[in-house]
């Protein structure tokens, strides 16, 4: 099947296994990641690298199955991508297993409590509990941030071997979020370290301006980071001190019941 001349390989191109046309298929809806707005056909094709036949093809096919949907001004997501992210929710042991858990600690706090999920080199967010004001994305699971500016991916990142850590540092694209983002290197692995010796990580306004965030990481048997738990106060509200004093036992303590709880399981 022909490509757009200049297109840029598809992620596992060259193994014998990849079937090209699925990754084609997933890399036109994936083109929404980048451009959250209702798109063209041929939009969609120059998003995935493909030439316009093939783009208007696979966009027909995605809309007759329902993963695609015309609007008045494009074609956006169809509601069938959700039933899908159900599936994901509902199949996944340690989202049920954090849910209770969370909804303590939210009791406890009254502030914003998530859980994420580390993803090559980001976090997902997987459950979202909001509090008495929140942005609009900040309610909503599937967001995705950088591993190195968030919280939860510091706490992650602080629990895995530092090669490790640091070649997932390396391989991110790491353009700031806000002006307050920390982007170099060897003062995100400072970050790290200090989340190392506390326990949790600590940021204030590297991903949303206005907002301290704290996370502790959720590990696995074999004590690798499976997940991290967020709590996430305002400036107006909370000083640093405070926060640290007020919300980190309460998020150390939600982690490591939730990681025995996940290693019975």
């Not at 390989?9 to 046309?21: F, I, M, R, T, Y």
């Not at 993963?67 to 340690?94: C, H, Q, T």
């Not at 920390?182 to 400072?190: E, H, N, S, V």
């Not at 074999?222 to 991290?228: I, L, M, T, Y």
């Amino acid at each position: 099947m022909s490509t757009a001349k200049g297109r840029k390989p598809a992620a596992g191109e060259g193994n014998p296994l990849l079937l090209q046309s699925v990754a084609r298929t997933m890399s036109v809806l994936e083109a929404f990641a980048g451009q959250p707005r209702p798109l063209s056909i041929a939009e969609l094709a120059a998003a995935a690298g493909l030439d316009k036949s093939a783009g208007q093809r696979i966009a027909h096919t995605l809309q007759a199955l329902g993963y695609l949907e015309r609007s008045s001004v494009g074609l956006v997501p169809g509601k069938k991508a959700l039933y899908r992210a159900f599936d994901f929710l509902r199949m996944n042991a340690l989202v049920e297993s954090a849910t209770p858990v969370l909804h303590e600690l939210r009791k406890s706090v009254n502030e914003r409590v998530d859980l994420s999920l580390l993803d090559g080199t980001d976090i997902v967010y997987a459950v979202r509990l909001q509090s008495k004001r929140e942005t609009f994305s900040a309610t909503l699971v599937g967001r995705r941030l950088p591993s190195f500016c968030s919280t939860g991916g510091r706490a992650m990142l602080a629990a895995l071997p530092e090669a490790e850590a640091l070649g997932i540092l390396e391989a991110s694209d790491r353009r700031p979020l806000t002006p307050r983002t920390t982007t170099d290197i060897p003062a995100i692995l400072g970050k790290i370290e200090e989340a190392r010796r506390c326990g949790y990580a600590l940021a204030i306004e590297e991903s949303a301006l206005g907002e301290i965030v704290l996370a502790a990481a959720v590990l696995d048997i074999h004590q690798r980071p499976v997940a991290a738990i967020h709590v996430a106060g305002s400036l107006s509200e909370w000083a640093e001190d405070g926060f640290r004093q007020r919300i980190s036992p309460l998020v150390m303590e939600a982690a490591r019941a939730l990681s025995h709880t996940y290693k019975r399981g």
